[in-house]
């Protein structure tokens, strides 16, 4: 039973390109979150999503950012424009149940590097 | 009142040592706790969940205060394999269609030596 499963794993971008990071919930999970953490920082929660769905985007920055989890295929975070404060490492995390009661399966994460 | 506070460490200890993580949390509503492990660079792994009546997982004990809204975690006979970021994390807040974030801490750093 494969965990959740992100790519690519590092990503480097130079400041005004696109950055698309990946991720596809565990088998039976259909609550997919995405955190940020920057470096020597906790992680800040971003956006959760469900199948089609946006359920709660209070953390995402206002411009720039958007993350989608289509009817098939994995969940998408979306930067535009990158600039520098945006490498990070961004993790993916997957549930069973809306509550999180049983907490998250993290994602091994996509290290995003903006030169 | 940051919503999920910890010491951030780091705690460097001996092995065989007993050490003692402490958070406390603002969300009075939070009903799920559970602590978390972060090795460097990778990603957080669910180490134990936290039960009102507290609970143990072999050297691992956690203990919730829901009046003082405190969590702590007891690691006994550390090994150098112990030696992570430990994440406190609360449910909360309410991101709505019944369903809950989870909130993390900051972490505090744990160094095991020989």
């Known amino acids: 039973n494969a965990g959740v499963m992100q790519n690519p794993r590092h990503l480097v971008r130079r400041r005004g390109q696109e950055a698309r990071l990946r991720c596809s919930p565990m088998?039976?999970?259909?609550?997919v979150y995405w955190y940020r953490q920057l470096p020597e920082e906790g992680l800040k929660f971003m956006v959760y999503?469900?199948?089609?769905?946006?359920?709660?985007e209070s953390g995402m920055p206002k411009e720039r950012f958007s993350a989608e989890f289509p009817k098939e295929g994995p969940s998408i975070l979306r930067i535009q424009q990158v600039v520098r404060g945006d490498s990070a490492a961004y993790f993916c995390?997957?549930?069973?149940?809306?509550?999180?009661?049983?907490?998250?399966?993290f994602g091994s994460g996509t290290r995003l590097t903006v030169v | 009142r940051k919503e999920v506070e910890q010491d951030p460490g780091p705690f460097n200890v001996p092995e065989g040592a007993t050490v003692a993580f402490n958070c406390t949390y603002s969300n009075s509503a939070s009903q799920s706790f559970f602590w978390y492990r972060q090795d460097c660079r990778k990603e957080p792994k669910l180490l134990m969940s936290?039960?009102?009546s507290g609970n143990e997982d072999g050297r691992f004990t956690a203990q919730l205060n829901r009046a003082s809204q405190y969590i702590s975690l007891l690691i006994r006979d550390s090994k150098l394999s112990d030696s992570a970021t430990y994440l406190c994390?609360?449910?909360?807040?309410?991101?709505?269609?019944?369903?809950?974030?989870?909130?993390f801490g900051k972490g505090t750093k744990l160094s095991v030596i020989p």
């Open positions: 994390v609360v449910n909360g807040p309410y991101s709505g269609a019944g369903s809950y974030q989870l909130t």
């Open positions: 936290v039960y009102s």
């Open positions: 995390a997957s549930s069973r149940d809306p509550a999180a009661n049983y907490g998250y399966t």
């Open positions: 088998k039976g999970h259909s609550h």
């Open positions: 999503l469900q199948k089609e769905n946006i359920i709660d």
